[in-house]
């Protein structure tokens, strides 16, 4: 059983800039999450996508976007890139109606 | 929206000491997972636990849904116990709210 998988590790981009994070759920699984998670905090909830549509959403601008695919695996973007989304990006994947939710590695951005 | 706290926010330990991880929550829930973030950052899943009691070696994990709250025992600590032990919560829409966590340190 393949577990999720983000790429790439690690990323750096400069303000202004645009940027795109990509994942693969867990097999088996069709639902995906993505969390930010900024130094020293825990993880807060970005959105999350099933049956390639936005399923929920948290407190976050609209230049955070996403795709799923019809894998369900899934993408990231960020538009005009400010200093605070520098972060570690997490996604998780699950199965509907299994409520368990398991995570990737991470990206980890770095914003300059 | 739900508030997760957890306590204590540090602890250091010896290894081979025991510790309980606290973590209370403000509303009704639907899930709870306790997952060990290590030095890399990644989350590794250590129990779902919406409510009852589980054991997995040396951790187990009690939550008691009615009065909104959560236990991680960690017995016989070892060195790679090390990191950040953070519980989530999911209030019905897979949107999982976590803690503040605790930061573990385990001394050889």
């Known amino acids: 059983e393949t577990g999720v998988t983000q790429s790439p590790t690690h990323l750096i981009k400069t303000r202004g800039q645009q940027v795109t994070l990509r994942c693969s759920s867990q097999?088996?699984?069709?639902?995906v999450s993505w969390y930010q998670q900024a130094l020293g905090q825990g993880p807060q909830f970005i959105f999350q996508?099933?049956?390639?549509?936005?399923?929920g959403r948290g407190n976050f601008p609209p230049r955070f976007s996403g795709l799923q695919f019809p894998n369900y695996s899934s993408e990231l973007n960020v538009n005009a890139l400010e200093l605070d989304d520098s972060a570690l990006y997490l996604c998780?994947?699950?199965?509907?109606?299994?409520?368990?939710?398991?995570f990737g590695p991470g990206t980890r951005l770095t914003v300059l | 929206g739900i508030q997760v706290e957890q306590s204590p926010p540090d602890l250091i330990l010896q290894e081979g000491a025991n510790s309980t991880l606290r973590c209370n929550f403000s509303?009704?829930?639907?899930?709870l997972q306790w997952f060990h973030q290590n030095p890399w950052g990644q989350l590794i899943n250590l129990f779902y636990?919406?409510?009852g009691t589980k054991q997995n070696g040396r951790l187990s994990a009690t939550t008691v849904a009615t009065e909104r709250y959560s236990l991680l025992y960690i017995s016989s600590s070892q060195t790679t116990d090390s990191g950040v032990y953070f519980c989530?919560?999911?209030?019905?829409?897979?949107?999982?709210?976590f803690g503040t966590g605790t930061r573990l340190l385990v001394s050889p």
């Open positions: 509303d009704s829930v639907n899930n």
């Open positions: 998780a994947s699950s199965k509907t109606g299994l409520n368990e939710q398991f």
């Open positions: 989530a919560v999911d209030t019905g829409f897979q949107k999982l709210v």
């Open positions: 636990i919406p409510s």
């Open positions: 996508y099933y049956r390639e549509e936005e399923n």
């Open positions: 097999s088996g699984h069709n639902t």
